[in-house]
């Protein structure tokens, strides 16, 4: 297996675009986790996923974070209209229930101007 | 909600020494605990847990203890070596939701 899968690896956009980051979790897993990595504030859940369906967006930091996954092999989180301070890592990861090793992805570097 | 501490947040040691990190944590009714070990631009990836029905385990030079009624548990790293430099994060699962702690930047000076 490939591992979990996030696109673009990079991405550079202007204050007020859409922003959407992919997600390919590992094949079996069940539960889908998207989380942003800064210095200030470091490893925060944004929302996570069981069986598709979102269990706990307690975490998505306000209305322009959007998260969805229409099938159990990809997911997406979008941010529309982007912000500087969006800037960060995201992380994308998969287990086979809560409670076993989540499997993280390379991350997306978010860069917002 | 739960609230994972840990510390210290920076942790420097001299090669072949011991590293311990620790973490406390605040809703009883966690039962897993793992640690993920992230290095310089790279991933979080899980080094060892632990169930609550287990107080110690070991795998080569990792060690974690977790001790229940004082809901507390730690890491250890014996004979440290470079290669372990890295940011290492605690974390703990409640209400099926892991959360992490804010991690300890270990460098391991040679």
């Known amino acids: 297996d490939a591992g979990v899968i996030q696109s673009p690896r990079h991405e550079v956009t202007e204050m007020g675009q859409e922003v959407t980051l992919r997600c390919k979790p590992i094949?079996?897993?069940?539960?889908l986790f998207w989380y942003r990595q800064t210095m200030m504030r470091g490893l925060e859940l944004l929302i996570y996923?069981?069986?598709?369906?979102?269990?706990?967006d307690s975490g998505m930091p306000e209305d322009r974070f959007s998260a969805k996954m229409p099938n159990a092999s990809f997911s997406t989180l979008k941010i529309q209209p982007s912000e500087p301070r969006d800037s960060a890592v995201y992380f994308c990861?998969?287990?086979?229930?809560?409670?076993?090793?989540?499997?993280f992805g390379p991350g997306t570097r978010l860069t917002v101007l | 909600g739960e609230n994972v501490e840990q510390h210290p947040s920076t942790l420097s040691v001299q090669e072949g020494d011991s590293a311990v990190i620790k973490c406390t944590y605040s809703?009883?009714?966690?039962?897993?605990f793992p640690w993920y070990k992230q290095e310089l631009g790279k991933r979080p990836q899980l080094i060892i847990d632990?169930?609550?029905?287990?107080g110690e385990k070991k795998d080569q030079r990792i060690a974690v203890t977790l001790n229940k009624t004082a809901k507390h548990f730690s890491l250890h790293i014996t004979e440290t070596q470079p290669e372990d430099s890295a940011v290492y994060f605690c974390?703990?699962?409640?209400?099926?939701?892991?959360?992490f702690g804010p991690g300890t930047s270990l460098s391991v000076i040679p």
């Open positions: 990861a998969s287990s086979f229930g809560q409670n076993n090793e989540q499997f």
């Open positions: 094949s079996g897993h069940n539960s």
């Open positions: 996923f069981n069986n598709n369906v979102p269990i706990d």
């Open positions: 809703d009883s009714a966690s039962n897993y």
């Open positions: 632990i169930r609550s029905n287990v």
């Open positions: 974390a703990a699962l409640s209400y099926d939701k892991v959360i």
